[in-house]
């Protein structure tokens, strides 16, 4: 059994940034893809982002250029940093291990104008 616990979310006003955290409670989390998702209200939850145990990373098309992920394996994190954010970017955010069933808890980012 894997914990994800997120962390970071908050209010901030459009244009600002969050960092969002997701510990894992195993050392396994190192061989995992990790996976960071969002669900705003009334909408499907989807993909944000995801990056492979080595580090290679993937972002939607409407986050490139203003979000990135990092991980740091021997800490069992995985990092959501957040530029520039727009109203849209409100939403739910959840981090997963891919190709398991393993989900955090979730973490509210609110922007506001």
């Known amino acids: 059994q894997v914990q994800l616990v997120e962390s970071g979310g908050g209010l901030v006003q459009a244009g600002g940034s969050l960092r969002l955290s997701c510990a894992a409670s195993?050392?396994?989390?190192?061989?995992?893809?990790m996976g960071w998702y969002r669900q705003a209200p009334g909408k499907q939850r989807e993909l944000v982002g995801s990056?492979?145990?080595?580090?290679?990373?993937t972002l939607a098309d409407s986050v490139k250029g203003r979000f990135t992920i990092s991980r740091d394996n021997a800490k069992n994190t995985v990092y959501l940093q957040m530029n520039s954010l727009k109203l849209e970017d409100t939403a739910v955010y959840y981090c997963?291990?891919?190709?398991?069933?393993?989900w955090g808890q979730g973490t509210q980012v609110t922007v506001s104008s």
């Open positions: 997963h291990a891919l190709f398991t069933s393993y």
């Open positions: 195993r050392s396994s989390f190192s061989i995992s893809t």
């Open positions: 990056i492979t145990r080595t580090g290679i990373t």
